[in-house]
């Protein structure tokens, strides 16, 4: 399997953008007024948006929780191009006669 680093990042800032959609959506919903409703109507009405309110702050958390996944993977990337060239400067001392 082959990954390129770059979009990585690129999907982790989409996730992040969809994760601060979803929580303002969130919020509109849960600001919505049951004014203008009648008494029958209005609890159900309440009941409705905050069902949704709870359901869009959970997909937001869900989208905020894997761009920080996406982004441990990055740093696993980075960690890991770290120790190579680290060794390859090890690697490098070995060019030059000790003498």
């Given at each position: 399997?082959e ?23 969130a ?9 203008g ?5 209005a609890?159900?009405?309440?009941r ?17 929780a894997?761009?920080?996944r ?7 990337y ?9 060794h ?8 030059r006669?000790?003498?």
């Amino acid at each position: 399997m082959e990954v390129v680093p770059l979009s990585v990042g690129r999907i982790s800032r989409a996730w992040d953008e969809q994760g601060l959609d979803t929580a303002a959506a969130a919020a509109q919903i849960g600001s919505a007024s049951t004014d203008g409703f009648t008494p029958a109507v209005a609890g159900a009405a309440a009941r409705f948006t905050t069902a949704w309110e709870r359901h869009a702050t959970g997909l937001s958390d869900e989208a905020e929780a894997r761009a920080d996944r996406l982004r441990a993977v990055i740093a696993d990337y980075l960690a890991t191009d770290q120790a190579a060239g680290a060794h390859l400067l090890v690697l490098a001392s070995y060019l030059r006669d000790p003498a």
